[in-house]
């Protein structure tokens, strides 16, 4: 059965501290990797990887894929209370014509000030 | 530009009874996605359409659920008769077409539902 597994399931820091989130995957016919925040509401999509080694950024967030280990990494530096939020990673797989995503349960990250 | 749209924003009921969930995707989009949340089991895909056509329903959970996608702009999901066990956020989520699927699906503000 196809799964995805994040760690660790919540954490809290302090404003200015740095964070990595943990995804790994077992999943038939893999595509890609993403990354949300979810805030009070619906997710919010953060990234997409595809090649393993190639790390994507925006602003102090930051992640990679190895596809090797099959795993992903969410990187967050210099944290803010913003940042306060569920970070879910879902992987794709090739199913259907659009593929379809594979959920883990969430990081659940408090940054207090 | 208008997101996803979902009605109703929260729905409390009575075991037994039917629930309709709503759903507009975003136009243009081409695939539309219904997932469940719950603290227990997060995020779960329960269906998704390409092209108004139900291409996995593999997550949903039993007969007592059924979704629908008449046509490119509304969908629905329905659980008659609900149960209590049913309580949970449902989102939709809609994405576009091309490239092989950029893989970015935009979720709508989810309805959360109540069975009492």
């Known amino acids: 059965e196809d799964k995805v597994v994040q760690s660790p399931l919540s954490l809290v820091v302090h404003e200015g501290d740095t964070v990595t989130l943990n995804c790994s995957y077992e999943?038939?016919?893999?595509?890609?990797l993403l990354w949300y925040k979810q805030e009070k509401k619906a997710p919010t999509f953060l990234f997409m990887l595809t090649s393993s080694g190639i790390e994507k950024k925006s602003g102090r967030l930051s992640s990679i894929l190895d596809k090797k280990e099959l795993s992903s990494i969410l990187n967050i530096t210099a944290t803010q209370t913003g940042d306060s939020a569920i970070y879910l990673c879902?992987?794709?797989?090739?199913?259907?014509?659009?593929?379809?995503?594979?959920f883990g349960k969430g990081t659940k990250l408090s940054v207090k000030p | 530009d208008a997101g996803v749209i979902q009605s109703p924003r929260h729905e409390v009921t009575e075991m037994g009874q039917e629930v309709t969930l709503r759903c507009k995707p975003i136009?243009?989009?081409?695939?539309l996605f219904w997932y469940r949340q719950t603290m227990m089991r997060g995020l779960e895909l329960l269906i998704y359409f390409n092209n108004n056509v139900p291409i996995d329903d593999s997550g949903m959970p039993e007969d007592r659920f059924s979704a629908k996608m008449p046509n490119a702009s509304f969908s629905t999901l329905k659980i008659q008769p609900s149960e209590p066990r049913d309580s949970a956020v449902y989102f939709c989520?809609?994405?576009?077409?091309?490239?092989?699927?950029?893989?970015?699906?935009?979720f709508g503000p989810g309805t959360r539902l109540t069975v009492l």
């Open positions: 989520a809609s994405s576009p077409p091309g490239r092989g699927g950029s893989g970015e699906q935009f």
């Open positions: 136009s243009g989009h081409n695939s």
């Open positions: 879902a992987a794709m797989n090739y199913g259907g014509s659009q593929g379809n995503l594979i």
């Open positions: 999943v038939t016919n893999f595509r890609s």
